[in-house]
Nanobody, 118 residues
Framework: QVQLIESGGGLVQAGGSLRLSCAAS?????MGWFRQAPGKERTLVAG????????YYADSVKGRFTISRDNAKNTVYLQMNSLKPEDTAVYYCAAGWSSNWSKLGDYWGQGTQVTVSS
């Protein structure tokens, strides 16, 4: 069982930046971030493999968000720039063993709220 601890959410104005962190208690094939807005499905935002050689970004965040990892700390980061009100959601860290990004969630964090005001 891998435990994931998230931090870094908050309230920011449109155009601002936030960085989310997710510390894992163990190693998995890949880690990533999903988000879920009220009344909407949880969707994958970004993912990264253990090696860091393969990444995934949803079209809606390409060019604005960057995922990275520090394997020495078992931590994944999501740098979010040029934030928009539509980025408002609960962001969940996920980790897992599948090479299929949509099936990344073998393990989940508790979620952290990101609110972008207009």
């Amino acid at each position: 069982q891998v435990q994931l601890i998230e931090s870094g959410g908050g309230l920011v104005q449109a155009g601002g930046s936030l960085r989310l962190s997710c510390a894992a208690s163990g190693r998995t094939y890949a880690m990533g971030w999903f988000r879920q807005a009220p009344g909407k499905e949880r969707t994958l935002v970004a993912g990264i493999t253990w090696s860091g050689q393969t990444t995934y970004y949803a079209d809606s965040v390409k060019g604005r968000f960057t995922i990275s990892r520090d394997n020495a700390k078992n931590t994944v980061y999501l740098q979010m720039n040029s934030l928009k009100p539509e980025d408002t959601a609960v962001y969940y860290c996920a980790a897992g063993w599948s090479s299929n990004w949509s099936k990344l969630g073998d393990y989940w964090g508790q979620g952290t709220q990101v609110t972008v005001s207009s």
